[in-house]
């Protein structure tokens, strides 16, 4: 029975106050508003800002870019792809240590590269991910290509992005493979050019630093890449782990007074270490390059600024970003790799003062 005593009828409840509605957002601008605003046929919107070869005034392209900018129009990328049958994406998953030397630089001139040739780079932010886990959330993603360093892109990856409709798998790394184009970039191959170098200018005891930390893999590459070459003159390496500090790298140059156990010459690995050792080596009275000669690698603009001035080997960043925006355009096109790509990944050397 209804504890008031009338049949069929509930006792009130509380009473619970209504939260007040939100105010609805700004209403996301249409193709439709950017035709209204510029007085043209959204027909003209789409050849304007998808940049098709219909014949449009160089004053209704102005209209249309200004009243896209007023509105803050952002065309829908996903919808633009499906109506095209295809997108313009090309995805890069980012490196797999959080700071690779000089990989800003070239991902910023391969972003503009890109842009000149109609598609666009989308960093794809998992650095963990490879292989088929990696094929997989790429190709969510509906890219016109994937560039992913060849320890990634296994041969199950790149036939499962492939088979998921990526028109494009380009790879980077050493060694070349088979099953998919490759970039041959070697970062290892700076340190090949410097002891070549370094031997050339008689050189008869190397050292080698071994930067440690997240980063290690790379310079091991590099260590191991000068032994390589030191080994054919039987000249040996002298290996130093060390951090870019002052108190990692005092005690080695310490021991270096002593000229029974001081190398002719050092590979430091980066110019960062190189301005770093020149510095340890002028406070222990020791001439570069007359007692040590020091070559780095990355031509880091302090380099040619300090003296000494630093020898460094480099790769041309914008020459290597240039060569591989065209191979991934020409790829979509159905063409070859940039003929001008082998040229491009060679690295040279800038000989200054240190060595």
């Known amino acids: 029975m209804p504890v008031d005593g009338r049949r069929g009828e509930k006792p009130p409840g509380p009473t619970v106050p209504h939260a007040p509605a939100e105010a609805p957002g700004p209403a996301r601008p249409t193709s439709n508003d950017v035709a209204r605003r510029a007085g043209v046929s959204r027909a003209t919107v789409s050849h304007v800002l998808n940049g098709t070869d219909h014949p449009v005034s160089e004053g209704t392209r102005q209209r249309v870019l200004a009243a896209a900018r007023e509105l803050q129009y952002a065309p829908n990328a996903s919808a633009r792809a499906l109506r095209a049958g295809r997108s313009n994406i090309v995805l890069v998953p980012m490196s797999r240590f959080p700071a690779v030397p000089g990989e800003d630089r070239f991902l910023e001139n391969l972003d503009r590269e890109l842009a000149t040739r109609d598609l666009v780079l989308l960093m794809h932010g998992d650095r963990t991910t490879s292989g088929v886990q990696g094929a997989q959330a790429w190709a969510e993603l509906r890219p016109a290509a994937v560039y992913v360093n060849v320890s990634r892109g296994t041969p199950t990856a790149v036939e499962l992005l492939r088979r998921a409709g990526v028109q494009a798998v380009l790879l980077t790394g050493a060694p070349r493979v088979a099953y998919a184009p ?151 096109d159905g063409m070859d790799l940039d003929p001008g790509l082998e040229a491009a990944l060679r690295p040279h050397l800038i000989v200054r003062e240190s060595g």
């Not at 700076?190 to 002891?195: G, I, Q």
């Not at 780095?296 to 001035?309: E, F, I, K, N, Y």
């Open 182 to 332: 490759t970039v041959p970039l070697d970062p290892a191959a700076v340190a090949r050019l410097a002891t070549r170098h370094l031997l050339a200018r008689g050189a008869r005891r190397l050292a080698c630093l071994v930067p440690t930390g997240p980063l290690a893999e790379l310079p091991t590459q590099r260590y191991e890449a000068v032994v390589e070459v030191a080994a054919a003159d039987n000249v040996p390496v002298e290996r130093v782990d060390c951090e870019l500090s002052s108190d990692s790298i005092a005690p080695v140059v310490d021991r270096w007074r002593d000229p029974a156990h001081r190398p002719d010459a050092v590979y430091t690995n980066s110019d960062p270490f190189a301005i770093l050792l020149i510095d340890k080596l002028r406070e222990a009275g020791l001439r570069v390059p007359q007692d040590v000669a020091v070559v780095g690698s990355g031509d880091h603009p302090l380099g040619a600024a300090l003296r000494p001035a630093i020898t460094t080997a480099t790769f041309d960043v914008p020459a290597i970003a240039r060569v591989v925006a065209s191979s991934i355009r020409r790829l979509l």
